[in-house]
């Protein structure tokens, strides 16, 4: 199919536009923004009619032409093979990375605590592809718990207990409370906390946490930090093929 026969497009006009490095932003009247590369054979400009194939907002923009000039465009034959070939790219990637960095990320799952070196046994077992897809995202999220415990430990352990309290006890409200706070007090609190955190990747190392000072075996159950992205029969919270 080609472009002039193509029925899968939107047209919107162009609300606003900011020259960025390598192209332009700019923002649809719907509110949406895109990012127009400088190959555009026409420069973007406000009140220009946009036109977008693909399938909508949340999708993949296969095709853009603007002011009645492609800018770029893929049938859908073409934005799969495109796809395909990308993803196989990432993959190779992916392996080679984690063939390089092997050693290290064998001495960082020594260094862990024994519950978790059992998590991250339980997803290797559950998906032989689980290290060179997402054991580096998960072992960040396990190393981040591991100093956000010890950190509330070490203030507990400075403080006078509430009676009838452990210290871990105390230690898993600090956490929670922790979690609470604005960055820069997180910070003061938790000064060996990264800055390469993602909410996703956060939310899991303070549940990590807390689970690792009350009840540390739930440490092995709890889902993947990726699973909600990608499932967990795909991730290796469970065996594939197990409901």
Same mark, same amino acid.
């Given at each position: 199919m080609s472009i002039e026969h193509d029925p899968a497009f939107e047209e919107v006009t162009i609300a606003e536009v900011r020259e960025e490095d390598g192209g332009w932003s700019i923002k649809r009247s719907d509110g949406w923004s895109f990012f127009v590369p400088k190959t555009s054979p026409v420069v973007p400009a406000i009140g220009m009619t946009a036109r977008f194939y693909g399938k909508g907002i949340g999708f993949v923009v296969?095709?853009?032409?603007?002011?009645?000039? +492609? @800018?770029?465009? $893929? +049938?859908?034959?073409?934005q799969k093979a495109l796809a395909e070939e990308e993803s196989r790219k990432r993959e190779q990637e992916q392996k080679y990375?984690?063939?390089?960095?092997?050693?290290?990320?064998?001495?960082?799952? &020594?260094?862990? #605590?024994?519950v978790f070196q059992r998590r991250l046994d339980k997803f290797r +077992?559950?998906? #032989?592809?689980? $290290?060179? &897809?997402?054991?580096?995202?998960?072992?960040? *999220?396990?190393?981040?718990?591991?100093?956000?415990a010890d950190a509330m430990l070490a203030k507990a352990r400075s403080e006078t207990q509430a009676a009838g309290m452990t210290v871990e006890e105390v230690a898993a409200i600090y956490v929670k409370h922790f979690h609470g706070l604005e960055w820069e007090q997180q910070?003061?609190?938790? #000064?060996?906390? %990264?800055?390469?955190? %993602?909410?996703n990747t956060f939310g899991c190392a303070v549940t990590l946490a807390v689970q690792y000072l009350s009840v540390p075996e739930n @440490?092995?159950?709890?889902?993947?930090?990726?699973? #909600?992205?990608?499932? %967990?029969?795909?991730?290796? *919270?469970?065996?594939?093929?197990?409901?």
């Open positions: 296969r095709g853009l032409v603007i002011d009645g000039q +492609t @800018v770029f465009y $893929r +049938t859908e034959a073409q990375d984690f063939k390089k960095n092997r050693a290290a990320m064998d001495r960082r799952y &020594r260094a862990l #605590p024994e +077992t559950n998906n #032989p592809d689980f $290290r060179w &897809r997402f054991e580096g995202y998960e072992m960040f *999220c396990c190393e981040q718990a591991v100093v956000i910070k003061l609190v938790v #000064p060996a906390i %990264s800055d390469g955190h %993602s909410g @440490v092995v159950k709890m889902y993947g930090a990726m699973a #909600p992205l990608v499932g %967990s029969e795909e991730y290796g *919270c469970v065996p594939k093929g197990v409901k």
